[in-house]
């Protein structure tokens, strides 16, 4: 990330464009060529080639143009022009937009409280609109941080209809964090967040899909526990993998003692999970994620 500060670029001037689009020889010289054209600095640039014979090609830049907001109508006009000569599909946003999340908890705080201390603290640029619950015992961490917290209890009965008020309480967010939020959400919740809902599981997924994998992992004997920070599809705990993490046990650890490791990995794999998402550095590929850390 450019440091913008007194020496630096005007923060309002750093932008962010990704693209995909069939590989092939002379991308990177079209898209720079539409930043000279413009007159922006590119200061960082990464770029992936699914397969050097011909796949997709996936490309992130960070560039500094005076006066941004101003010209992006003009830039993405171009950039359409481009997209259709190369097929690209492409995203352009501003550093300066701060996104919004809505976080789903329900009875454990490591992770939200993670969140709130990071944006606090500046490391994740993103403001947390609201926190959703199917419990209340999270609601004094929501309050004390100065965030609305919505209580949505959820029976097997009536899981459609939490779901709904859940949706209609949370509006128009950026980002959807499941932090430890112990509810399967539907098809239709998660077509409603397309690559914009993450969860954070605790294990290191492919192993021990599930509500409670510290037990399943105490009972197979492992030496590694793990977390998994993934988007969210129907299929439980099955999306793109976004960031994990391991810790050694050994034979003398508990259920419980797996559980207090785990915490320290899950809330950090999560919030880098969210921090490359907002920063623009996460570009889902079928399956897997491309992560241009
Ligand atoms: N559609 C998806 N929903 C959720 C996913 C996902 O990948 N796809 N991840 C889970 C998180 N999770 C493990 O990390 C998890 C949470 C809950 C359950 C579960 O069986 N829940 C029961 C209810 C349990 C209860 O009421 O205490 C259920 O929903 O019927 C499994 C895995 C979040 N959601």
Redesign the pocket.
Known sequence: MVAPGPNGPRFTDVGRLVVRCPDRPGIVHALSGVMTEFGANITDSQQHSSDPSGGIFTLRLEFVLAGLAGRRAELEKRLTVLAGEWRMVWRLTEASHRPTLAVFVSRTDHVLQELIYRVRAGDLRADIACVVSNHRDLEPVAQAAGIPFHHVPVTPETKGEAEARALELVGEVDLVV?AR?????SADF?NRFPERLI?I??SFLPAFV??NPYQAAHDRGVKLIGATAHY????????PIIEQEVARVDHRATVEDMRRVGRYVERQVLAQAVTWHVEDRVIVEGPRTIVFA
Not at 232 to 239: H, I, Q, Y
């Open positions: 499941l939020y112990m509810q399967i959400v998660c969860n599981h605790h599930g509500a969210v599809t129907p299929e439980l705990d099955a999306g």
